[in-house]
C-alpha cells in the first residue's frame, strides 16, 4: 500500500500584516523581543473552473470524476488581525493559532539557536497538550526582524509536523466517492462551533452529527470503524495529496486516541461555491504506539528558491513614498520614547500647532527643530523677501529663492518645510505686523486694521506662538495678542554673540494666587517700545551675530517649549533655575516636565559656553502684559491699538510708566550727590 | 546783448564705480559716514560724424561752418579710480575734485538738512580758496546711500555754481572762428602740467603760451584785452551753449581777478580726433565786484525726469547672481567684524578647509554653520544612504532625496551645499571608514588600503577635521591620523539629551615642555575601540536624541572651531575653563581668541540647559593619540592599521591598557572588602 505524502503549507503574510507588525513594533513591543500569541488564517485549496477557453475537457476524470478548472493551493495567511485582539476570519478561514517572535536585531534572527529552541519549544508545547487537551493541532511560528528604517522585513514561518515513522498507508481499497454535503458540514461545523482545522463526523439515524476532534473515543463509541469519519479543512494545491495539517492530527489520533483506522473528508474550496470530495485514508498502525518517545518534527518552510532560509520582503520601495516618509519620522520620535523617556506624551506635541512670527534665521532653524519633534502645523509669517545673504544662515532658503527681487520669506519657508517633509501642514503669510512707534497714516488705517485681523485669527487657530522678528516692537502685538488669548508665547532674540530665550507668563487674573506670574520680553523695560527700524544702519538690518547662535537659541527655544507642554501644570509651570540652586526644589520630578528643567528665560553667552536661568517676575506697568494693557485691548480694541501704533506716550500713560519716570527724575535731583568718588575733577 | 546761458552738468557713474564703493564700504568706510574725497573725470562734449547715411548735409553750417554729426553731451564720470588713491585719467578727460559721503541710513540720505550743509559747506570753501589760491573751480559733490542688501544705490550729484546776477552778455560783435591748434593747446596744457577743466593762453611772438587760471594778472599782464583767452574743456552737447563748469571760472575771474572781457574758447573733442573751435564770449561787468556778499548757488542734477530729487540704480537685478550671493555672505560676515570684532580674521576662517566626516544630523548642520562663518571648502564623507527619516533631523536633505533608495549622502550634501551657495567649493566622498573590531577579510584587503589611502589624502587636503559618525570606532583611524599630520580634529558626539563637543590635542611631541597636552576622544577609555554596530537594535543604529540636541552640539563644535583658529596659538591653545574658574587665567584677553574662551571639551546637558568646560589631558596608553600609536603607525603603516582592525586586543596590547587591567584586576583581587556596607544580605 503506498505510503500518505502531505503537501507542504504555504505562508501568505499580507501587506496589512507588516504594516500592522511595524504599528506593533514602534508602539508596543518597542524593544521587547519576548514570545507572543499570533492568529494565521488557513484557507481552503479551491478548484477555480477554466472559463477562459471552455473547450478544454482535458483534466477532466483525472481525479476521479473532478470538474474541470485549476487548482489553487490554499495557505496559511497573516494579515492585520494576526497580531492583535480582533479575530472574525472571512468565509472558510480557519483561524490557526502560533507563536510570533520579532527580533531586535538582524543577528539574533539569523542566530539558528534561537529559531532550534523556538521550534522545540512548540512541539513541546504541542506534545503537552496531546496528553491533557489539545487546543490546536498546528501550532505555527513566525520569527521577524523588520528593519523600520528601510521597510525591509525577514521573515520565517515554520508548520511544525510530527514524524510518523515509518508513515501512514493508504488503504484505497473499496475506496468510494464520496457523496456528502459539504456545506452541511461546514455548517454543523459552525452550529457546534467547533474551532481548528478538522473535526469528527458521523451518521446517526441518517443525520449528520460533528464532534470535536479530541472527543474520539466517546464520539465513535457506537460507530463502526469504516465509518469513522475526521473531516479537514485541507489547504491542498494537488488533490492527490491532502495538506500539512493532516500530519499532526493523524499523530495525535494514533498515538492518544489509539485509532487505528479513519476515513477523512478532505474539505475544499471550490468556485461557485461548491465543495470537493477528496478520497479516503486509511491509517496504517503506527510503529510504536508509545507516547513517551519524543518524536521528531519537521516543518520550517523554504524561501522562493527551494532552500531552507528565510525570506524578505521589501515594502520600502512599493510603499507610498510619503507614507514612509511619516512612518520614518514617526519611528525616530517613537525610539526617544521606548528607550529613555516613557512618560513623553509624543502625539501631543505633534498637534501642538506652532505660529512662527518671521521666517528669518531664527524662524527657519525653529521650523526645524520642531518637525524634528513631529510637530505638524507650521505656519510663518514675514513680509520680506529672501535676499542673496539669507540661504547660508537661513537654513529654509537656497539661492534659486534669492533671483528675480527674491521669494517672499514665509511662503518659500512653507514651501522648503514641505519638500523636507510632505505630511506637515504648512503655510506662508505675508504680512507686516503693526508697531508701536510706527504711526499709521488715516489712509493706512483699513489695511492696519485687516493685518492686526489676521494676526488675530492665526493666533487664534494655533497654540504656540514664536516671536522669532528682528525688532523689539514687533512683538508688542503678538505679546499683547497672546496675553489676551492665553497662549503659550516663546521669545527668541540675538546678539552678537549672545540671545535671550524665554517664554512669556500667563494671562494676568489666571494665575494661582500662591504662584508669583512669569513676566514677558518688555517687563524689565521703563519705557515703551519705540520705532528702532527707521534709521538703522547696514549692520542694524543685517542680524549681525556669529552664526553658531541662531541655530543654538532657536534649538533651546523649541526644546523650552516642548518641556512646557510636557509639564504638568502647562503654561503654569513654574520656573526652574538651574540644577543645584534653590528654587528648582519647587517643581519636583513626579510634577514637572519629564524632560527636566522648565525655566522661565535662558540667556547664552557664546563666548564662554554659558546658559544662564533666569527667573523674571510680571511687572505691573509693563506695556506687554500688565492687566491695564490687556484690559484696554479686552474694551477698546483696535481703537487702542492705534492709539499704541500712533501716539509716542500711549502705552507709558497707559501703564503708569510715565509718572515713574518723573517720580524717578523727582527723586535722582533730591539726591545728596557725594562728590568724593565722582571721577570727573570738577567740584563746586 | 544776449545774456550767456549754460547747458547743466550731467553726471555719468560707472557700474565700476558702485562695485568700488561696495568695496570701500564693506573693507574701510564700514559705518564710517563722514566726508571724503573724490575724483570725477570730465569729458569734453562731441561732435560724432554722421556716417549713416553719407548723403545728409542739412546740419551744415546751422552752426557756422561746424561739421556735420551729432553732439554727443560729456559728463562728469565717477568709475573705479573715483575713490581709490590712483589716478591716471584716459584721453581728454579732465579730472575733477569732489566730496563723497556715503549716508548709513536712507532717512539720513534723505534729510534736506545733510545735503543743503553739505552744499553750503563745499561752496564756503570753494568761495575761501578763490580768496588764497583756487585748486578747483568746480569741486563737486556726492551723496549716496547703497543698500547692500539688494545692491541698490541712492546717489546725488551736484555741482555747485556761483550765480551771476544778473549774468554774463555775450558779445558776438566781432566774432571770429577760432582757428587755432586744439592739438597743440592739449601738448601746451600737459607740458605745463596744467590741471583742472580750464586754463589760459596767448601767443607771444607767434608761439602759444598758456598759463593757469589763477595767474590771469601775471599772464595778461602785456595782452591786449581782446586776446586774453581762456580755454576751457567743455562738456556741451548743445554747442551754442557753453558748459556747466564755465561759470565758476568767470565768476572767479570777475570778482577776483576783476576780469571783464574775455574770449573763451570752448574745446571740445570731436570724432577722428578733430578739434572744435566755438565762440568767444566776453563777460559784462558783475553787478557787483564786491567779494563780500556771500553769492548764492545752484547745481543740484535733477533726476531722469527732471525732478530735483535722487537718483537709483539697481545692480541687484542685473548682477550677476552668484556674485551678489557671494558679496551678500561677504558682507554679513564683514558686518560682524565692522561693529564688535575688529580683530576678527575672516580671511583666515573662509580659507579653513574643512573635512567633515560624517554626514548626518551634525554634519548638515556643521556645514551650514561653517557656511555661515563663511567656509568656503567643505567636503564630506559618508557611506550611507539617504533614508526618509533623515530630512525632518539632517538640514542638508529632502524627501526627494529619499526615493528609489536614497541618494548616496555625502553627495548629496555637497549637492545641497552647492544650491544653497553657488560659490562653496565642495564635494561628497562615499567611503566607509574602516574601524577597530571590523575585521578585514583577506579578500577586503586592498580595497581596505584604498579606503585608508583616500582617507588620508583627504585629511592632508584639508586644515580641520571633523569627526561626526554614529559610532565610537569609526572615530578611530581619523584620530590617528589627525594626529600624525598634525590637523585640527573637532570631535562632536550625542547622547540623548547631551552632547560632547571637543577638540583634539596637538600631536605627541609638539606641545611647549611646560604646556600639558590636551587629550583625544580616547583619553578616558581603558578599552580600545570595538564593534558597536553589529548586533545593534533600531534605537540603537537610529540616533535617538531629542531633536534639540544637534544643532546646538554642531553649532557649538563650529563655533569651538573658530575660535580655536583665531586663537594666536592656534592648536596649542590652552584649555579655557568656564569663567570665573581658577586656570581661564592662563590665556589672557590680548594672547588668547578674540571671541572668547577656547574650551578643550563641551558637555551639554539639555535636561539643566547646562554646559560645562572640561579639560582632559592627554594619557600616555591612549589607544588613540599616544606616542606610541602614532609612532607605531609611522613604522608600520598599513601594516599596523590592519592588525588594529583585526585583532581584539591588539591596541591594547600595544598600549600596555591590557597590562593596567590586569594590574587593576590583581589589586581588585587583594582588596579586603569591608561587607559591613554591602546591600547584599550574604555574608561570608
Redesign the interface.
Known amino acids: 500500500m503506498p505510503l500518505l505524502q502531505f503537501t507542504p503549507l504555504q505562508s501568505r503574510p499580507s501587506a496589512s500584516f507588516w504594516s500592522s507588525l511595524t504599528s506593533l513594533?514602534l508602539d508596543t513591543l518597542k524593544?521587547d523581543d519576548t514570545e507572543r500569541d499570533i492568529q494565521g488564517f488557513l484557507d481552503e485549496g479551491m478548484l477555480v473552473k477554466d472559463r477562459g477557453t471552455g473547450t478544454s475537457k482535458k483534466k477532466e476524470d483525472e481525479q476521479g470524476g473532478q470538474e474541470e478548472g485549476v487548482w489553487v493551493a490554499g495557505s496559511l495567511g497573516v494579515d492585520e488581525r494576526s497580531l492583535g485582539s480582533g479575530s472574525g476570519s472571512a468565509s472558510n478561514d480557519v483561524a490557526m493559532k502560533g507563536t510570533f517572535r520579532n527580533f531586535?536585531?538582524i543577528?539574533?534572527f539569523r542566530k539558528v539557536d534561537h529559531k532550534k529552541q523556538l521550534f522545540d519549544e512548540t512541539v513541546d508545547r504541542l506534545l503537552a497538550s496531546f496528553e491533557t487537551e489539545p487546543t490546536t493541532f498546528n501550532p505555527f511560528l513566525l520569527v521577524t526582524y523588520a528593519?523600520?528604517?528601510?521597510y525591509v522585513y525577514n521573515y520565517w514561518f515554520a508548520f511544525p509536523a510530527l514524524v510518523e515513522k515509518p508513515g501512514w498507508e493508504v488503504d484505497d481499497r473499496g475506496m468510494r466517492p464520496w457523496t456528502g454535503d459539504a456545506a452541511e458540514l461546514r455548517r454543523l461545523e459552525r452550529e457546534a462551533q467547533i474551532e481548528g482545522e478538522a473535526f469528527l463526523h458521523k451518521v446517526v439515524n441518517g443525520n449528520s452529527v460533528v464532534g470535536p476532534v479530541k472527543e474520539w473515543k466517546t464520539f465513535f463509541q457506537d460507530v463502526l470503524e469504516e465509518d469513522r469519519t475526521l473531516v479537514f479543512h485541507d489547504p491542498t494545491s494537488i488533490p492527490s495529496l491532502p495538506g500539512w495539517p493532516l500530519r499532526n492530527i493523524l499523530y495525535y489520533l494514533a498515538h492518544y486516541q489509539s485509532v487505528q483506522r479513519l476515513r477523512v473528508i478532505c474539505l475544499r474550496g471550490g468556485s461557485g461555491g461548491s465543495t470537493v470530495l477528496d478520497k479516503v485514508y486509511l491509517s496504517s498502525p503506527p510503529a510504536s504506539s508509545s507516547t513517551s518517545a519524543r518524536p521528531s518534527a519537521v516543518g520550517w518552510e523554504k524561501n522562493v528558491k527551494g532552500a531552507l532560509a528565510s525570506r524578505t520582503v521589501d515594502l520600502?520601495?512599493t510603499m507610498d513614498?510619503?507614507r514612509?516618509?511619516d512612518?520614518?519620522?514617526d519611528?525616530?520620535l517613537k525610539?526617544?520614547k521606548?528607550?529613555?523617556?516613557p512618560d513623553l506624551a509624543l502625539d501631543e506635541i505633534a498637534a501642538t500647532k506652532c505660529l512662527l512670527l518671521g521666517a528669518g534665521t531664527l524662524g527657519c532653524?525653529v521650523a526645524?527643530?520642531l518637525?524634528?519633534?513631529?510637530v505638524r502645523t507650521i505656519t510663518f509669517v514675514d513680509s520680506a523677501k529672501v535676499?542673496?545673504?539669507n540661504?547660508?544662515?537661513q537654513?529654509l532658503?537656497?539661492?534659486?529663492d534669492?533671483?528675480g527681487?527674491g521669494k517672499s520669506k514665509a511662503q518659500c519657508a512653507a514651501d522648503s518645510l514641505k519638500?523636507?517633509?510632505?505630511g506637515v501642514n504648512t503655510r506662508g503669510v505675508d504680512l507686516m505686523i503693526p508697531m508701536p512707534g510706527h504711526p499709521v497714516a488715516p489712509a493706512s488705517e483699513a489695511s492696519v486694521r485687516r493685518s492686526v485681523e489676521t494676526l488675530d485669527n492665526l493666533m487664534d487657530e494655533h497654540d504656540v506662538v514664536y516671536l522669532l522678528m528682528d525688532s523689539r516692537e514687533s512683538r508688542w502685538l503678538p505679546t499683547v495678542l497672546g496675553n489676551v488669548k492665553g497662549k503659550i508665547v516663546i521669545n527668541a532674540a540675538l546678539g552678537?554673540?549672545s540671545y535671550l530665550v524665554m517664554r512669556h507668563g500667563p494671562s494676568p487674573g489666571t494665575s494661582k494666587p500662591e504662584q508669583k506670574r512669569l513676566g514677558c520680553y518688555y517687563c524689565n523695560d521703563i519705557v515703551a517700545p519705540m520705532d528702532s527700524l527707521?534709521?538703522?544702519?547696514?549692520?542694524q538690518?543685517?542680524t549681525?551675530?556669529?552664526?553658531?547662535?541662531?541655530?543654538?537659541a532657536?534649538?533651546?527655544a523649541?526644546?523650552l517649549m516642548?518641556s512646557l507642554i510636557q509639564h504638568s501644570q502647562g503654561i503654569h509651570a513654574p520656573a526652574d533655575l538651574?540644577?543645584g540652586s534653590a528654587t528648582t526644589a519647587e517643581s519636583s520630578e513626579a510634577d514637572g516636565s519629564p524632560?527636566?528643567?522648565v525655566?522661565h528665560q535662558?540667556r547664552g553667552f557664546?563666548?564662554?559656553?554659558?546658559?544662564m536661568?533666569i527667573e523674571g517676575p510680571a511687572y505691573d506697568r509693563c506695556t506687554g502684559c500688565s492687566a491695564t494693557v490687556v484690559d484696554a485691548y479686552k474694551q477698546d480694541g483696535f481703537a487702542m491699538l492705534l492709539r499704541a501704533f500712533n501716539e509716542d506716550k500711549f502705552l507709558e500713560q497707559l501703564t503708569g510708566l510715565d509718572k515713574l519716570y518723573e517720580e524717578g527724575e523727582a527723586a535722582l535731583e533730591q539726591v545728596d550727590w557725594d562728590d568724593s568718588d565722582a571721577e570727573s575733577g570738577a567740584s563746586i
Open positions: 513594533k524593544l531586535n536585531t543577528e539574533d528593519d523600520l528604517k528601510k520600502g520601495s513614498p510619503t514612509l516618509a512612518q520614518a519620522v519611528l525616530n525610539l526617544m521606548w528607550r529613555v523617556m532653524y526645524r527643530t518637525m524634528g519633534w513631529g535676499s542673496f545673504s540661504p547660508v544662515r537654513p532658503f537656497e539661492f534659486e534669492c533671483l527681487g519638500r523636507i517633509f510632505p552678537f554673540d527707521t534709521d538703522r544702519t547696514l549692520d538690518m543685517c549681525v551675530t556669529r552664526p553658531g547662535v541662531a541655530p543654538i532657536s534649538a533651546t523649541v526644546e516642548v538651574a540644577a524632560l527636566g528643567l525655566p535662558l557664546l563666548a564662554q559656553f554659558r546658559t536661568l
